[in-house]
């Protein structure tokens, strides 16, 4: 029914018919995903950004190996607040959340050598169709100043990244007022600055468990707006994602030099997804994707992820200022130093994080990532992409599919036709040389999953 007509048309259909669909199978919310996305936005708070950033500084110093029995000083009293809020928010959505500590004892490393416990903090709100399938936000606990192993000095890491773990907190907050298809994990991070340990321990703990992970959005200096170069800039925001996948196999690479996919891990064209998202619903804010796993040669909680396999990208701020990352507080020809609490602007990490709760809800009410993407045309005028069926038991929202298509030398997706609930769909005249290829799942109520590029390369898993 749907391949004889024109993409345009159905889509029209479909946002008229969108009120009733959503009642029967969409989320418990009466109005489209679209205005709800929109509501999600304004119901972020810099406020309470700015009051959990405080409370964070407030510890004195948050660092892996500091105090874990004062109430009122060090990482122990830290995480035990973090849990008290993720508490309270489940508290305030009838339960809805899982809470729970994830800890592992590390010893003999370089920056932890006596055995301390790393504990995270995780927090789970579960899908009510598809609770297996996870996307997941994430921010870092822990602060450091300038010695590495420095734990008793005053660290605040009020950006770095007491700001990230804020921005989790809020979006839990407004997020668990709505009910998701699929599973949303929001994690505050152990261990960052010490060897990047609580991404790994929850990464594995993914692993070990069959999570269908399909993103992971690690959130690591979203407040500050002057950089240690002058610029003042509110206005954007970086999203670094790998290239090529860490666990490609040499046969894969090997297939990859002859069909492409260089630049569209599943990681790449989730950040693609968030930059969509970016212009789609958050006002004054455009998103920079930097084809990179982090930045020049540091680091970051999502690569345990990517080091696994699983899509994960950065999101944080354009414009870093090193005066006050990693600095012992001092002043130094007049220059002050440190990680306070005045280099964060708030509204602009209420931007980065409603960014990240409009993206993590669409994918949340989306189906499922397709799997099995293939791709057929060569000398051929036309070109085939096929695709396994969705469970449409787990995904009872799936409208259809989406192809999308674009330049081999454009940044983000250009042209798109929805083909309908089919698993093969022929492009007539569209030579499989001249583009990348890559398709969607979409909803009843318009939200669509990340593009998924063909092959090993590009697979978002099953
Ligand atoms: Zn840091």
Not at 229 to 253: D, H, L, P, Y
Not at 293 to 315: A, M, Q, S, T, V
């Amino acid at each position: 029914m749907v391949k004889n007509i024109n993409g345009q048309i159905i889509l029209l259909l479909i946002a008229t018919i969108t009120p009733n669909l959503y009642a029967e199978s969409g989320p418990a919310t009466t109005i489209s995903a679209d205005e709800s996305l929109h509501k999600i936005v304004s119901d972020i708070s810099p406020n309470r950004i700015e009051k959990d950033i405080e409370k964070l500084v407030s510890f004195g110093t948050r660092h892996t190996l500091s105090d874990t029995t004062s109430d009122t000083r060090g990482i122990g009293a830290a995480r035990r607040w973090i849990k008290a809020e993720f508490d309270l928010i489940s508290a305030n959505c009838g339960g809805c959340l899982e809470v729970f500590y994830q800890s592992e004892t590390i010893k003999g490393t370089k920056r932890i050598p006596k055995a301390t416990e790393v504990v995270s903090v995780i927090a789970i709100q579960r899908g009510s169709t598809d609770p297996g399938r996870y996307v997941l936000m994430s921010g870092d606990i822990d602060s450091r100043v300038s010695d590495v192993m420095d734990y008793t000095s005053d660290a605040p890491g009020a950006n770095d990244n007491a700001s990230g773990v804020a921005g989790t907190l809020e979006v839990a907050r407004v997020l668990s007022q709505y009910k998701f298809n699929g599973s949303i994990v929001y994690a505050a991070l152990a261990g960052e600055e010490q060897g990047l340990f609580g991404g790994r321990i929850l990464a594995e703990h993914a692993q070990k468990n069959n999570w269908r992970l399909k993103a992971v959005l690690n959130n690591d200096m979203i407040g500050n707006i002057e950089g240690v170069n002058g610029v003042i800039n509110n206005t954007t925001a970086r999203i670094f994602a790998e290239g090529t996948r860490q666990n490609e196999t040499s046969k894969e690479a090997n297939l990859r030099r002859f069909t492409g996919g260089e630049v569209d891990s599943p990681s790449r064209n989730l950040a693609r997804y968030i930059d969509l998202m970016a212009h789609r619903y958050i006002p004054n804010l455009d998103t920079m994707v930097i084809y990179r796993l982090d930045r020049f040669r540091r680091g970051g909680h999502h690569r345990p992820f990517n080091d696994l396999g699983y899509p994960g990208i950065r999101i944080m701020e354009t414009n870093e200022n090193y005066n006050r990352q990693h600095q012992d507080l001092r002043v130094e020809n007049g220059i002050e130093y440190g990680d306070t609490i005045d280099g964060v602007d708030f509204e602009y990490a209420a931007k980065l994080t409603s960014l990240n709760a409009v993206s993590l809800a669409s994918m949340a009410w989306a189906p499922t990532p397709p799997s099995q993407v293939k791709i057929a045309g060569a000398v051929l005028p036309d070109t085939t992409l096929s695709w396994a069926a969705i469970n449409k038991q787990q995904n009872p929202q799936l409208l259809g599919y989406k192809i999308y298509w674009r330049y081999t030398d454009a940044p983000q997706w250009q042209f798109s036709r929805f083909v309908g609930d089919v698993t093969e769909f022929t492009l007539e005249n569209v030579v499989i040389d001249n583009y990348f290829f890559g398709v969607a799942s979409v909803s009843k109520d318009g939200t669509e999953s990340p593009v998924v590029f063909p092959g090993a390369a590009g697979d978002f898993g099953e």
